[in-house]
């Protein structure tokens, strides 16, 4: 059985390590990859855009973890309302200057600029939305459904209960995968936008998805 709670930050290492082994063989991370060939080079680069990525959003959102067995399974990063944008100071912050040591500075930046760019189809709605910013699973448990029962069984209680009133609470994510498409699909969002984000020479596409959650009255 699946037992929900929020991070502790002892964990971050960690968890941002299941991060870049979940996103390993994304597109958006194609860039990264032709330049640091090395597998454990890369997954080892991967693990700290991450960590920094994690405590940039510190200020803006709320981290669960879904532990089995004392192990943590399953990681996802929510963004509340109304809250402040995560920006460039933050990052750098959060000790972003270190990941030019391990990559150009050209490849880091249209990395990030691949992730400013698929915010953009739900910059607009934001404000008054909870953002499912990141949802990772520990690969060795693909298959057992650990993303959905992080959805259903965790996030969107939470924010149920964090309803202010009665009107419907407003869910919004993103993917850049048609996999990740069909499974935001089957766990009850909707696609509202569709659009491709140029690459070098490819482009990837970029799915906005967004779900009605009626308050716990």
Request: aromatic letters at 12%; a positive charge.
């Amino acid at each position: 059985m699946i037992h929900y709670r929020k991070l502790k930050k002892e964990e971050v290492k960690d968890i941002a390590r299941m991060c870049a082994l979940t996103f390993a063989e994304y597109p958006i991370c194609n860039d990264i990859k032709k330049e640091i060939r090395e597998y454990g080079r890369y997954i080892a680069f991967m693990s700290e855009v991450y960590e920094v990525h994690i405590r940039a959003h510190y200020k803006s959102s709320v981290f669960f973890v879904g532990e089995e067995g004392g192990k943590i399974r399953s990681f996802a990063v929510l963004v509340r309302p109304y809250s402040s944008n995560t920006n460039l100071m933050d990052y750098i912050c959060s000790d972003g200057l270190k990941l030019m040591k391990m990559v150009s500075l050209p490849k880091l930046l249209k990395f990030l600029n691949v992730l400013e760019e698929g915010h953009k189809p739900i910059s607009g709605m934001k404000d008054h939305s909870w953002l499912l910013e990141l949802l990772a699973v520990d690969r060795s448990y693909t298959g057992r459904q650990l993303g959905s029962k992080m959805i259903n069984e965790c996030i969107i209680p939470y924010i149920k209960e964090q309803s202010m009133g009665a009107e419907p609470e407003t869910f919004i994510t993103f993917t850049n995968t048609e996999l990740n498409k069909k499974f935001y699909l089957k766990n009850g969002f909707t696609e509202f936008d569709y659009k491709t984000i140029q690459m070098d020479k490819n482009a990837i596409g970029n799915w906005s998805f967004r779900m009605s959650i009626n308050p716990s009255l």
